[in-house]
T-cell receptor
Framework: TQLLEQSPQFLSIQEGENLTVYCNSSSVFSSLQWYRQEPGEGPVLLVTVVTGGEVKKLKRLTFQFGDARKDSSLHITAAQPGDTGLYLCAATRLSGSARQLTFGSGTQLTVLP | NAGVTQTPKFQVLKTGQSMTLQCAQDMNHNSMYWYRQDPGMGLRLIYYSASEGTTDKGEVPNGYNVSRLNKREFSLRLESAAPSQTSVYFC?????????????FGQGTRLTVV
């Protein structure tokens, strides 16, 4: 069982459509991150959300952290082919005195022109 | 800016062979990580090092060993490769000081074990 469950696993939409992807957990986190990964590359950080209920906007991307800090969503408005990629949520949890950065299974987004 | 550099980028091994994946970062980060990525599984943590001189197991450590050679370098060793270790391996680094710290990734090593 993964600590972070992402849905949907795959999403294929037409250019101009809106979409939302979700990241859920039964655990409470002090913060949660969203990364985007393109083919042949490592993930790159998009945003970190810290406060329960927080909403952050990055151009056409809107990120929300749930009030209980157990879940998060990413909404893309008017998707473009350049948004195609693997979207990963991640959270840091303490393991003893060390911090583990754990990722969800990802949502593979394809935006068709 | 080099960031996180992984070598090699591609590797094919025969079952039972050994190899070491190299990772170096030039950002003066304390923490370093090794992940493997398989289709539909996201990134799974193999080992991590919170600081120079310390290493800890992640979710899937079996079949791997690591060495934090110094603050810059963190290597991953496969002693006896198995087909189940066919995967893309990513090294990452981050500041230790904050729970919100950004992780920076290398470009990955695509490993095939036949």
């Amino acid at each position: 069982t993964q600590l972070l469950e992402q849905s949907p696993q795959f999403l294929s939409i037409q250019e101009g459509e809106n979409l939302t992807v979700y990241c859920n957990s039964s655990s409470v986190f002090s913060s949660l991150q969203w990364y985007r990964q393109e083919p042949g590359e490592g993930p790159v950080l998009l945003v970190t959300v810290v406060t329960g209920g927080e909403v952050k906007k990055l151009k056409r991307l809107t990120f929300q952290f749930g009030d209980a800090r157990k879940d998060s969503s990413l909404h893309i408005t008017a998707a473009q082919p350049g948004d195609t990629g693997l979207y990963l949520c991640a959270a840091t949890r303490l393991s003893g005195s060390a911090r583990q950065l754990t990722f969800g299974s990802g949502t593979q987004l394809t935006v068709l022109p | 800016n080099a960031g996180v550099t992984q070598t090699p980028k591609f590797q094919v091994l025969k079952t039972g062979q050994s190899m070491t994946l190299q990772c170096a970062q030039d950002m003066n980060h304390n923490s370093m990580y090794w992940y493997r990525q398989d289709p539909g599984m996201g990134l799974r943590l193999i080992y991590y090092s919170a600081s120079e001189g310390t290493t800890d197991k992640g979710e899937v450590p079996n079949g791997y060993n690591v060495s934090r050679l110094n603050k810059r370098e963190f290597s991953l060793r496969l002693e006896s490769a198995a087909p189940s270790q066919t995967s893309v391996y990513f090294c990452a680094s981050s500041w230790r000081g904050s729970m919100n710290t950004e992780a920076f990734f290398g470009q990955g090593t695509r490993l095939t074990v036949v």
